[in-house]
């Protein structure tokens, strides 16, 4: 099984916040967390320092490949600097 993660500490989210599938709106100093598998990504934030963590609304997505898993990552990274209630983006953004 072909998997990969990414993790970026100190993501600020913008005014709005992120949605999530738990709790719904978060927002604050967020840690965000990508795992890939065999072409799903699996998305969740957690602020950071903290232990919970909670899925963002939109996650699990169809991607399909370590790759493009990278580049989902850094979209939902600026996704959450921008704020106003963000999800995951929509699949075919990051390929």
Same mark, same amino acid.
């Given at each position: 099984?072909?998997?990969?993660?990414?993790?970026?500490?100190?993501?600020?989210?913008?005014?709005?916040? $992120?949605?999530?599938? %738990?709790?719904?709106? !978060?927002?604050?100093?967020?840690?965000?967390?990508?795992?890939?598998? %065999? %072409? =799903?990504?699996?998305?969740?934030? =957690?602020?950071? /320092?903290?232990?919970?963590?909670?899925?963002?609304? /939109?996650?699990?997505?169809?991607?399909?490949? %370590?790759?493009?898993?990278?580049?989902? +990552? =850094?979209? !939902?990274?600026?996704? !959450?600097?921008?704020?106003?209630?963000?999800? $995951?983006?929509?699949? +075919?953004?990051?390929?």
């Amino acid at each position: 099984m072909n998997w990969a993660s990414w993790t970026t500490l100190g993501v600020f989210a913008g005014t709005g916040g $992120v949605r999530t599938v %738990e709790v719904g709106v !978060v927002s604050g100093d967020l840690t965000v967390h990508t795992t890939w598998t %065999e %072409e =799903q990504a699996e998305v969740a934030v =957690q602020y950071s /320092g903290a232990s919970d963590w909670f899925t963002l609304a /939109g996650s699990p997505v169809p991607c399909p490949s %370590e790759e493009a898993s990278r580049s989902l +990552h =850094q979209s !939902v990274v600026e996704a !959450v600097r921008a704020g106003g209630g963000a999800t $995951v983006p929509a699949p +075919h953004a990051v390929n």
